[in-house]
């Protein structure tokens, strides 16, 4: 197992234009986690999966994010009418119930 | 229901201690430290599922203590590999289920 991966690691999109990033966890975590991380600041906490069922998703997220973990495998998160505000390092985790989270590498957003 | 952590920053020279303190407003199931280099994911330190327990490898220990729902980890006789961000995760439970949150972050720099 090579661990959490991200896809893409890069994204540069203009404002207005939809995207989707993938996350593949470890293979037997059943807890997905997406954060956001500006320069400078902690992980911010965007949603959270247990298996197939979103669990929680941050009130500071505006109806544009949305995020899907189909069968409770790999994980989407979809941000539309991107806006210059959401340039980001968008980082997903996962863990085996209340243990070690591991990250991916991320996927760095620029929206211009 | 972020965690918050101190000091902000802290620079050291090498072979000298650190302590970095976390801290929450809300019961805590677990305390996660990570440590990020500049560009890369968070890495994984350790985890505390206990009150009152402490754990460490090499020379980074920590401590929860569950009833003052507060974390420290401490940094001895501290190496150049040590710089980088340290972030203190905390598992609480929320609405639907638990969820790991991250605070702001401590900066940490050695110099020869």
């Known amino acids: 197992d090579t661990g959490v991966s991200q896809d893409p690691r890069h994204k540069i999109t203009k404002r207005g234009q939809n995207v989707t990033f993938r996350c593949d966890p470890i293979?037997?975590?059943?807890?997905l986690y997406w954060y956001r991380q500006t320069l400078g600041q902690g992980p911010e906490f965007l949603t959270y999966?247990?298996?197939?069922?979103?669990?929680?998703k941050s009130r500071l997220l505006s109806d544009r994010f949305s995020a899907e973990r189909p069968k409770g495998s790999f994980s989407t998160l979809e941000i539309q009418r991107t806006e210059q505000g959401d340039s980001a390092m968008y980082l997903c985790?996962?863990?085996?119930?209340?243990?070690?989270?591991?990250f991916g590498q991320g996927t760095r957003l620029t929206v211009v | 229901q972020q965690p918050v952590q101190s000091p902000q920053a802290v620079i050291l020279r090498e072979g000298e201690d650190a302590v970095i303190n976390c801290s929450s407003s809300?019961?805590?199931?677990?305390v996660h430290w990570y440590r990020q280099k500049h560009g890369e994911a968070p890495v994984f330190l350790m985890i505390?599922?206990?009150?009152?327990e402490q754990k460490g490898h090499d020379k980074i220990s920590a401590s929860f203590n569950e009833k003052k729902q507060q974390s420290s980890l401490y940094l001895t006789a501290s190496q150049l590999s040590y710089s980088g961000t340290y972030f203190c995760g905390t598992e609480i439970s929320y609405n639907a289920g638990n969820m790991l949150t991250f605070g702001g972050g401590t900066r940490l720099m050695v110099k020869p």
């Open positions: 809300k019961a805590l199931y677990s």
């Open positions: 985790a996962s863990s085996l119930g209340p243990l070690e989270a591991f």
């Open positions: 293979s037997e975590h059943n807890r």
């Open positions: 999966f247990q298996n197939e069922a979103q669990l929680e």
């Open positions: 505390l599922l206990k009150g009152g």
